[in-house]
């Protein structure tokens, strides 16, 4: 049973088309993070929310952690072929392990 | 700005052989984490190390091994290898036990024959 839900599991959008990725979970966080993964390579960081309905802006995207820290939610505006990848929630569960959703593999064809 | 560094990036063995995977962390980094992650599914924790000492645990077999030396570089030994042990192994490194930020390399694909 996966700790993080992510939602959908797949996305094929248009370029200059909006998209958001969810993130869920039925637990609380310290923080949630998101992670950017292309074929072959390692997760990349991307951002980590800590605060209860923080918002933060990466260019065209924008990560918005839940009030009670539960869940999470990726938004790309005016998506580009280069945001193709798959997209990544994780956060640290009770243990203090890093935990991975199952990912959004994102496709956006020019 | 230098990133984890792992190696090789490609490594092909066979049933029952042995391989070393090396981790070399970012400069000033004292945390290593091992991941393994199989085709079409997320990363899963295997074991980290705080400055040369296990810190935690995960889904790790015991037919592996791990340690982290001196220099803050670490190796992941895999014994008696099977055909389900192929997979991207990651590493990830992170200044600071327990810190929520972990920054990964670009993987070692182990393919078991």
């Known amino acids: 049973t996966q700790l993080l839900e992510q939602s959908p599991q797949f996305l094929s959008i248009q370029e200059g088309e909006n998209l958001t990725v969810y993130c869920n979970s039925s637990s609380v966080f310290s923080s949630l993070q998101w992670y950017r993964q292309e074929p072959g390579e390692g997760p990349v960081l991307l951002v980590t929310v800590v605060t209860g309905g923080e918002v933060k802006k990466l260019k065209r995207l924008t990560f918005q952690f839940g009030d009670a820290r539960k869940d999470s939610s990726l938004h790309i505006t005016a998506a580009q072929p280069g945001d193709t990848g798959l997209y990544l929630c994780?956060?640290?569960?009770?243990?203090?392990?890093?935990?991975f959703g199952a990912g959004t593999q994102v496709v956006v064809t020019p | 700005a230098a990133g984890v560094i792992q190696s090789p990036r490609h490594l092909i063995k066979e049933k029952r052989e042995t391989a070393t995977l090396k981790c070399y962390p970012i400069?000033?980094?004292?945390?290593v984490y091992w991941y393994q992650q199989g085709p079409g599914q997320d990363p899963q924790f295997l074991i980290s190390?705080?400055?040369?000492?296990?810190?935690d645990k995960g889904s790790i077999p015991d037919r592996f091994s791990a340690q982290q030396f001196s220099d803050y570089h670490s190796e992941l030994n895999m014994s008696s290898l099977e055909l389900g042990d192929s997979a991207l192994y990651f590493c990830?490194?992170?200044?600071?036990?327990?810190?929520?930020?972990?920054?990964f390399g670009p993987g070692t694909r182990l393919t078991v024959t």
């Open positions: 990830a490194s992170s200044l600071g036990d327990r810190s929520y930020e972990q920054y």
């Open positions: 190390f705080y400055e040369k000492m296990q810190s």
């Open positions: 994780a956060g640290f569960d009770s243990w203090g392990k890093l935990q």
């Open positions: 400069p000033r980094h004292d945390t």
